[in-house]
Structure formats: C-alpha cells, structure tokens
C-alpha cells in the first residue's frame, strides 16, 4: 500500500512557476513509476508526465519543454517543476504510482489527494 500526498499548488500569474511535491509512503517507492495527471473543471483528467526508476521522464506535448518531473527516492517525493504557467494548466494536479511501467493512466494503482493550481491571465 502506498499513500501519496501532493503539495505545494497555489495561485500564480501567467509566466510564472510553481513546483509541486508529492511524498510517498512505503519503502517501495523507489520501485514505482509515478505519474502526475490533471484535472480542469469540466474536462476529463488528463496525463502530464510520468518518470520511471530510473529516472526516465515523458511528458504529454501540452507541457513538454516547461514541465519537469524528478524524484528524490531518499526522501521518498516526486516533484513537478512547472515554468511558463498559462491559465490553460489551471486545473488540480494529482500524483499516482503504478508498480510497473505507468503507461496510461487506468495502470496506476495509487493516488494523491490532489492540488489546486490556479493560473491568473
């Protein structure tokens, strides 16, 4: 079992950044991919970006090259570092972790809470 919980989401200015944190429980966190999805209010809830074991990253085109996932398996927490927010990333983030490769979203097994961002134009 592992319980996640997201930090660090708040109200920002267009251009602006935000870094969430998400911190895990369990010794197995280092074994998990974990994802990070959103959700805008009305729409479905959507993929970010995802990092592996060993530390590889993908991200969905709508973020690429503004978003950036790490872990820190020490501390047991994966970070979302978001540069350039437009009112268009307004929506909760949540964070999850899948025990094998994370690909789409039903393969993840556990989730956070979520947190709100909120991007002003």
């Known amino acids: 079992q592992v319980q996640l919980v997201e930090s660090g989401g708040g109200l920002v200015q267009a251009g602006g950044s935000l870094r969430l944190s998400c911190a895990a429980s369990g010794r197995t966190f280092s074994t998990y991919t974990m994802g990070w999805f959103r959700q805008a209010p009305g729409k479905e809830r959507e993929f970010v970006g995802r990092i592996n074991r060993i530390g590889n990253t993908y991200y969905a085109d709508s973020v690429k090259g503004r978003f950036t996932i790490s872990r820190d398996n020490a501390k047991y927490t994966v970070y979302l570092q978001m540069n350039s927010l437009q009112p268009e990333d307004t929506a909760v983030y949540y964070c999850?972790?899948?025990?094998?490769?994370?690909?789409?979203?039903?393969?993840?097994?556990?989730w956070g809470q979520g947190t709100q961002v909120t991007v002003s134009s």
């Open positions: 999850a972790a899948d025990q094998f490769l994370g690909l789409v979203q039903r393969d993840y097994d556990y």
